[in-house]
């Protein structure tokens, strides 16, 4: 008897999990079928690419990639992160950010320094050098975004916002909140963090 209703139980499983790939594909065919939306993705696309070629560019002078860029901008934005927090804003590796780390602070772009409660911390902050590079990468993004929201009229940056968190996965919202209005508490006073 126990063969039997171990079989039905596999049964009722497979029949809820068949059930549940039909409703996944039926709800992925009525978004492929709006072509607004894919049309929305493809300039996503095109949006980023274009919104990253001059730094791009600019950062192949230094023989430095993207990965250099948001380092650098992160850094910048909040002097005195701990490489832990930086790792945790990037969504990378260990490794990755290793590399990437270490080119910045051996070309004087980054200072490391340690933490003054905790030694083994690593804080970092941008050298003057780093500073007058992302001050340049900054200021041509930010050109780009003041023409693209100059042409769509008042309360366009407001609605750009709103859209762009939207598509921030919902669980690292309050985190993206805290670091675009600069109010990391850990940073707070830390020695040095006005650099």
Not at 85 to 99: G, H, N, V, W
């Amino acid at each position: 008897m126990a063969d039997i209703t171990s079989e039905g139980a596999a049964g009722r499983r497979a029949e809820a999990q068949e059930r549940l790939v039909s409703t996944a594909a039926s709800d992925l065919g009525r978004h492929l079928a709006a072509p607004e939306l894919i049309s929305c993705v493809e300039l996503l696309y095109f949006a980023y690419r274009d919104f990253t070629s001059d730094p791009d560019t600019m950062l192949e002078q230094y023989g430095f990639g993207r990965a250099h860029h948001r380092v650098l901008h992160f850094v910048h934005r909040n002097p005195g992160l701990k490489v832990a927090e930086l790792l945790d804003i990037l969504k990378i590796t260990k490794q990755s950010l290793a590399r990437v780390l270490k080119q910045l602070v051996d070309e004087g772009f980054i200072i490391q320094r340690a933490g003054s409660e905790d030694r083994r911390e690593r804080r970092l902050y941008l050298s003057a050098k780093g500073g007058r590079l992302t001050d340049k990468l900054t200021q041509i993004q930010v050109k780009r975004v003041e023409g693209a929201l100059a042409t769509l009229g008042p309360g366009a940056d407001a609605l750009a916002r709103q859209f762009l968190f939207a598509m921030i996965n919902e669980k690292d919202r309050s985190q993206v909140e805290i670091l675009i209005k600069g109010q990391r508490v850990e940073i707070a006073g830390e020695p040095g963090s006005n650099e």
